[in-house]
């Protein structure tokens, strides 16, 4: 066991903690940006809040998946050819999931119950309250 491998765990803990206060009530210490910030962007912050809990689960899997004991990695040499594939999707979820909380609010299902009635970034920029059309 590494310092990594503690800090890692000492996060992990309280974000798990946490957790269940963030989503029904919210937790956030910055209720807009801050002055000394060059954004001075609040749809950003928000949206940024709202991708909060589908942004460290995303940063937890591959953490986790790399101490599964059977999981296949470079120093053991044995790579399947469904890891490439894996982490391709992988990669295109980790991007692209946060961006769509972000700027649509959508899926709902994965956003903070406090958060889901607001309008995405995209929607605050075109000046609508409500979110972009379409089935939730």
């Known amino acids: 066991m590494n310092v990594v491998d503690v800090l890692f765990g000492a996060i992990l803990l309280a974000w798990i903690v946490m957790l269940p206060r963030y989503w029904t009530r919210g937790v956030s210490i910055l209720e807009s940006t801050p002055t000394w910030s060059r954004l001075r962007r609040d749809a950003l912050l928000r949206g940024a809040m709202r991708a909060l809990p589908v942004m460290v689960v995303l940063f937890v899997v591959p953490y986790v998946l790399m101490h599964v004991p059977d999981f296949p990695d470079a120093r053991s ?4 050819e469904w890891l490439g594939w894996f982490f391709t999707v992988y990669g295109l ?10 700027l649509l609010n959508w899926p709902k299902q994965l956003v903070p119950p406090r958060f889901r009635h607001e309008p995405g970034m995209v929607s605050e920029w075109r000046g609508q309250d409500g979110a972009v059309s ?3």
């Open 134 to 136: 379409r089935v939730d």
């Open 93 to 102: 979820v980790f991007v692209l999931l946060p961006v769509s909380l972000i």
């Open 77 to 80: 040499g044995r790579q399947p």
